[in-house]
T-cell receptor
Framework: ETGVTQSPTHLIKTRGQQVTLRCSSQ?????VSWYQQALGQGPQFIFQ???????GRGNFPPRFSGLQFPNYSSELNVNALELDDSALYLC????????????FGPGTRLTVL | GESVGLHLPTLSVQEGDNSIINCAYS??????FIWYKQESGKGPQFIID?????DKRQGQRVTVLLNKTVKHLSLQIAATQPGDSAVYFC??????????????FGPGTRLSVLP
């Protein structure tokens, strides 16, 4: 076990709704990265938070947003859900920056109907 | 994670044999690489990493080889066990391009261990 936890485990939403996913990083880690993993594919980078600020972003629209809290836990928010947002959302934490090893949580499975 | 990709490359090996999983990476500036193992219903699990100043690194039952000339990475698993059955991803990271903010993952290879 990595010590990275995510909630909820599973979530079902309908198109147009909003969703918030949560992640608690491993002790001693202050960087959190979020990834989207579609079925049968490798994870794709959404964004990274370091010291409560966004520190890099992948090719995802602005309706994907996030937060990091003083205790380094993080949230991923997705507005105006689309069917293609159905995926496994993974959180990874690392010491200092992503140049250090990233350890992943178990993920949240989001289904958009 | 449910990487139960129906179209993933699959490697089938007999229990006890050695496995070699290959990965071709795309970015010549990538200088840090990680192999992850992902079992059904779980997030990716760190196996071993290697930086570009090395061409080989060994762990417990695993060895990673890096060939920067042809941009190729391989993961060797010795004495493959049923518990090794999973999807394996290589991930690359480049400090030059974006200060190494994120890893880019390959498409994955499914390893199936036969009894």
């Amino acid at each position: 076990e990595t010590g990275v936890t995510q909630s909820p485990t599973h979530l079902i939403k309908t198109r147009g709704q909003q969703v918030t996913l949560r992640c608690s990083s491993q002790s001693g880690h202050n960087t959190v990265s979020w990834y989207q993993q579609a079925l049968g594919q490798g994870p794709q980078f959404i964004f990274q938070y370091y010291r409560e600020e966004e520190n890099g972003r992948g090719n995802f629209p602005p309706r994907f947003s996030g937060l990091q809290f003083p205790n380094y836990s993080s949230e991923l928010n997705v507005n105006a859900l689309e069917l293609d947002d159905s995926a496994l959302y993974l959180c990874a934490s690392s010491r200092v920056t992503a140049r250090d090893t990233q350890y992943f949580g178990p993920g949240t499975r989001l289904t958009v109907l | 994670g449910e990487s139960v990709g129906l179209h993933l490359p699959t490697l089938s090996v007999q229990e006890g044999d050695n496995s070699i999983i290959n990965c071709a990476y795309s970015n010549s500036a990538s200088d840090y690489f990680i192999w992850y193992k992902q079992e059904s219903g779980k997030g990716p699990q760190f196996i071993i990493d290697i930086r570009s100043n090395m061409d080989k690194r060994q762990g417990q039952r695993v060895t990673v080889l890096l060939n920067k000339t042809v941009k190729h990475l391989s993961l060797q698993i010795a004495a493959t066990q049923p518990g090794d059955s999973a999807v394996y991803f290589c991930a690359e990271n480049s400090y030059r391009d974006n200060y190494g903010q994120n890893f880019v993952f390959g498409p994955g290879t499914r390893l199936s261990v036969l009894p």
